[in-house]
């Protein structure tokens, strides 16, 4: 029997991936992986600093969901040096106006789910989330159906904001 279709249901085939990997341990740190690798673009980072970088979440929680991560690998914040957790704050703060040059949200969630009880999906690696909001993004979908509806495709998020971040680093510079 096919799956059913139409008004009634809503497909969010993307999540497949996260639901079938959250929780296993692949043996590889996936925050430690992916800035050794040269293809910013696939891996979705949009901008390296000296000791972290921001990368679009994959699996956002809304359009524009930015992590600072630094590249050290840890899990407890007391193990950054200050000039780690410094730069964390400075990324944090040009990521938030590069989002509000580019998307113009309402406000923002900034935060750390720190161990796996804390919320962490990946909880050997700390990493900063910086989630757009607007008033009324929650909606019926999110509430009822625990869904989001994102209404760009990741790939031009990153082309979009890779740009709106280099803006405001020469301003920052400046």
Known sequence: MSEP???????????MDYIEKAGKPSGECIFCA????????????VHRGQTCFVILNVFPY??????VIPYQHTSELAELTPEV????????????????????PDGF????????????????????????????DTNFITTVGHTRVLPEA??????KMR????????????
């Open 154 to 159: 990741l790939d031009r998020t990153w082309e």
């Open 34 to 45: 992916k800035p050794c690798e040269d293809c910013d673009r696939a891996n979705c980072i």
């Open 85 to 104: 957790q410094a730069e964390m704050m400075r990324l944090a703060t040009l990521s938030i106006a590069a989002l509000k040059r580019l998307m113009c």
């Open 109 to 136: 969630n900034i935060g750390m789910n720190l161990g796996r009880a804390g919320g962490a999906g990946i909880a050997e690696h700390l990493h900063l989330h910086i989630v757009p909001r607007w008033v009324g």
């Open 62 to 67: 809304n359009n524009g969901h930015l992590m």
């Open 5 to 15: 279709c139409g008004p009634e249901h809503l497909s969010a085939p993307w999540r």
């Open 163 to 174: 740009d709106a971040f280099q803006i405001v680093l020469a301003e920052a510079s400046s």
